[in-house]
Every structure is written in structure tokens, then in C-alpha cells.
């Protein structure tokens, strides 16, 4: 199993494109939290939904979407999770899977904001200000400790295409060592 951390803005989507070309199965942990946000009839703001996140990590446990997610999953061993915050999320996953691997993407903050303004999703921020917001809540949950901690690293401050090219490789070298460990 594959963990993927990151910045708001950072690439983890096209990451998961090219995993998924690849045969993994990807899981967004965003989705939790957009699906039990609006289970409690949270407005689909950037801003609420990260409050209701906040709150249910402090009631539940900073682990408490690792959690969510992992209920909503079936036994496989191709698995790429998006979207994870904190070393307590990477913890709970690896008590799952010993093997785990966490990849944290890079971007510089002008590059991401410029990249979510143009995937306009209805839930993402829309100024500089709103994302420097993002961020600072995003490293309280500690995803700064996540990042720093990856197996591996891709900073995405290229084209696309490079980026996917960098994904494509870091993928297949990970195949290859699972693959050369099982024999």
C-alpha cells in the first residue's frame, strides 16, 4: 500500500492518475471527509469542511480518517491512499500494512495556488490569503511531520508531463522492489 502526502495544490491528484493507469486502486481521504461532512450537513465551503475535520480529529483522534477510510476498504494490496495529514493517519495505516510506503509531493506555494484556481473545485480556496489559511490548518494536523518523513519525495516544479514521467518512475522502481522482495 501507498500513502500520498502533500500541500494543498501539490499534484497528489495527477499523482494518482498515473498510479491508477497503473493498476492501483486509489482511495482520496478527502472524500471521507467531504462524505461525513455532509452526513452532518456541513456547507461545502474550503473552510467549514476543514473546521468539521478539525473537530473530528479533536473527538476522535487525530488517526480518525485513516480509520473511516480503512473501514470503507476491501482486502486488496494495491491500494494508493491520497490525502494524508499527520504521522498519527501514517501510523494507523502502517499497523495495516508493515510494508507501507508514504510519497510526499512538493510545490511551491505561488505554483499551487496558481494550479487550484485553475481546477476551480467548488470546495477550494480562491486567494492567496485563503490558501496561506489552508496551509497553516493543513500543518497544525501536522502534515509538515508527514511530509518530512516520506520514504520518497517528487518536487513537481516542471510541466505536466515531467511530473507524470517523475510519478510513472517512482511508481515502477516501488513494483519492482515489491516484486524483487516476494522472490
Known amino acids: 500500500m501507498i500513502v500520498v502526502t502533500g500541500m494543498p495544490g501539490s499534484g497528489k491528484d495527477e499523482f494518482i492518475k498515473v498510479a491508477k493507469r497503473m493498476g492501483w486502486i486509489d482511495i482520496h481521504m478527502g472524500d471521507e471527509v467531504r462524505k ?5 450537513k456541513i456547507p461545502s465551503s474550503d473552510s467549514e469542511i476543514g473546521k468539521f475535520a478539525s473537530r473530528e480529529r479533536q473527538t476522535h483522534g487525530k488517526d480518525i480518517w485513516a480509520r473511516r477510510v480503512w473501514d470503507d476498504m476491501k482486502p486488496e494490496n494495491n491500494y494508493i491512499i491520497d490525502g494524508l495529514r499527520n504521522l498519527e493517519e501514517f501510523e494507523y495505516f502502517k499497523t495495516k ?5 508514504l510519497i510526499a509531493i512538493y510545490t511551491d506555494r505561488e505554483e499551487r495556488l496558481r494550479r487550484i484556481v485553475l481546477r476551480n473545485r467548488p470546495d477550494d480556496v480562491h486567494s ?3 490558501l496561506v489559511s489552508r496551509d497553516d490548518r493543513e500543518l497544525s494536523w501536522g502534515i509538515g511531520n508527514a511530509i518530512s518523513l516520506a520514504d520518497y519525495m517528487i518536487v513537481n516544479d516542471s510541466t505536466l508531463d515531467e511530473f507524470k514521467l517523475k510519478a ?8 519492482e522492489k515489491d516484486q524483487m522482495d516476494l522472490s
Open 36 to 40: 461525513y461532512a455532509k452526513l452532518n
Open 168 to 175: 510513472q518512475e517512482l511508481l515502477q522502481k516501488i513494483r
Open 128 to 130: 492567496h490569503e485563503e
Open 97 to 101: 500494512d508493515k510494508d507501507l510506503i
